[in-house]
């Protein structure tokens, strides 16, 4: 997995600022951007950033990545299902609930492809539902099996990010998923939706424009600044 697109801070900040986005979470990739270039950016900038640790319970034990986490002054994890190839299972949760006690956010990779099985998105379930002591945000909302995944935002500690699904379906001209997406998503508890951009695939400005134009399109205008700010903060306050 990579990228070809400029991924430099400078670009990022200034998309942060074209965007009046005072403050942006950046996240940790294994073999793309690593911890610690993540954290030499918060420390350059420690009013524009806050920072998630990638772990991969496969190549560091809890103790080990929590030293790593804690040193680092991160905020929250990146658990990246695709990358990393890690089974849910027991001994990947106790992985976690091994972190708990630094009330972390794991952001969990969620995108899954119209190839993917059932089965795929039942182990995805079945595992964030497991992990109660955790604030979750299923990253992407479930991609192609968003109707899937954005259900489990029934679960107290589970929100969905809307970063890269919309802008890809656009991509792709499924127009017909992007209704269904806008459709169920209106079902959904606005206070579980949160605003990603998956820089440097989609920048700021494409996403946060095409987010707002459906939602003038499905009569949620109303709803910008919550998803797009609001929610984050309360999330990140613990008051849920």
């Given amino acids: ?3 070809t697109k400029d991924a430099s801070l400078a670009i990022l900040l200034e998309e942060m ?3 009046e986005v005072h403050t ?4 940790a990739v294994e073999g793309i951007v690593s911890n610690a270039a993540v954290a030499k950016a918060r420390k350059e900038h420690p009013n524009r950033f806050l920072t998630y640790c990638c772990a991969n319970p496969l190549t560091m034990t809890a ?3 929590r030293k790593v986490y804690v040193e680092g002054g991160f905020v929250g994890i990146k658990f990246h299902l695709r990358l990393h190839h890690v089974p849910l299972d027991e001994r990947t949760r106790s992985f976690f609930r091994a972190l708990a006690d630094l009330q972390p956010v794991l952001l969990v990779d969620a995108w899954f492809s119209d190839a993917d ?4 998105v039942r182990a995805l379930s079945d595992f964030v539902r497991q992990l ?22 029934q679960h107290k500690h589970i929100f969905v990010d809307l970063s890269y699904v919309l802008n890809t379906f656009k991509k792709h001209k499924k127009e017909l998923l992007i209704s ?5 998503l209106a079902d959904v508890p606005v206070d579980k939706i949160l605003f990603g951009s998956d820089f440097p695939e989609y920048s700021i400005t494409e ?3 095409l987010l707002f134009a459906l939602l003038d399109e499905y009569r949620l205008t109303n709803l910008r600044k919550q998803i797009v700010e609001e929610n984050y903060v309360r999330l990140m306050s613990h008051d849920l």
Avoid: C, E, W, Y
């Fill in 1 to 3: 997995m990579s990228t």
């Fill in 17 to 19: 600022d074209r965007n």
């Fill in 24 to 27: 942006a979470v950046l996240v």
């Fill in 63 to 65: 103790d080990a990545f």
């Fill in 117 to 120: 099985s059932d089965a795929d």
């Fill in 132 to 153: 109660p002591g955790l604030r979750i945000i299923l990253a992407h909302a479930g991609g192609f099996r968003f109707q899937d995944v954005l259900p489990l935002v």
């Fill in 180 to 184: 269904a997406f806008m459709r169920q």
């Fill in 207 to 209: 996403t946060k424009g």
